[in-house]
């Protein structure tokens, strides 16, 4: 039997958001970090994870290894 992983992350992150991006093909979680809430994308389940639990550093994931959208200007890369 496969764990659903929206389910995996919200155990492991009570009281925050995850989905999958049906059109986007992307993971996505809204977390609050320090200076607000904030919106993550990630490749994976466990890319998001670690996300996550980096989400107090920004960008995430840094240029170098490959965000694929641009902070506030919304162009796919």
């Given amino acids: ?8 992350l919200h155990r492991r992150f009570p009281g ?5 991006g049906v059109r986007t093909g992307s993971w996505w979680a809204i ?3 320090p ?3 904030r919106l993550i994308e990630a490749a ?3 890319q998001l994870t670690q ?3 980096k989400s ?3 960008p995430w994931p840094s240029p170098r290894q490959g965000a694929r959208w641009t902070l506030g200007v ?4």
């Avoid at 039997?1 to 995996?8: K, L």
Wanted: aromatic share 16%; net charge negative.
């Fill in 1 to 8: 039997m496969t764990s659903d992983p929206v389910a995996v």
């Fill in 16 to 20: 925050l958001v995850f989905w999958f």
């Fill in 31 to 33: 977390v609050p970090p």
């Fill in 35 to 37: 200076a607000g809430w």
């Fill in 44 to 46: 994976d389940p466990d």
């Fill in 51 to 53: 996300a996550v639990i």
């Fill in 56 to 58: 107090q550093s920004w």
């Fill in 74 to 77: 919304g162009r796919h890369r």
